[in-house]
């Protein structure tokens, strides 16, 4: 598959790399894991600078981008950015997998589980293979971003198993 570039603020370069050599324990973690597993057969980058954005995991060759979000992504202000942030990734086609910091740290088998997947509908092409259950809302879309028209489609999982508020 040919790459698709995604042009990038270059101011962001700079910041991209300290968040990458000041990653939290969560991100830490899971890249962990996406190295050690068969994910490790996609490229994925972390920190990773897109448009004015910087997106904690890309691949490329998935479509997919992975936020992990700390308890400040329930900020009002904080949910915003993101809304704002997952449209734009969204309208580079690009699907969107947000996981709680806690979920990371406390259910991991469910999370890569969860990754597995999207792999595999992305794969097939069929997305239909989410059923109901799985297609939670992401707590920052409104209702009418679950319509999935085997387009992007926002996923997210918390530790509790259930969506948030």
Known sequence: MKRKIIPYNPKLKAFARKLRN?????????????????ISKYGFLRQKPLGNYIVDFYCYELN?????????H???RIKEKDYDKELYLNGLGLNVLRFADSAILSNMDFVLDYIFKYIKCYEINDFTYFNRDDLIKNPLNKLTRLKTENRNVPFYWDDSGRTPP
Do not use: A, C, H, N
């Not at 000041?22 to 068969?38: A, D, G, P, Y």
């Open 22 to 38: 000041e990653s939290t324990r969560s991100e830490v973690t899971l890249w962990i894991q996406i190295k050690s597993k068969v």
């Open 74 to 76: 329930s900020w009002e």
């Open 64 to 72: 997919l981008v992975m936020e992990l979000d700390g308890l400040t």
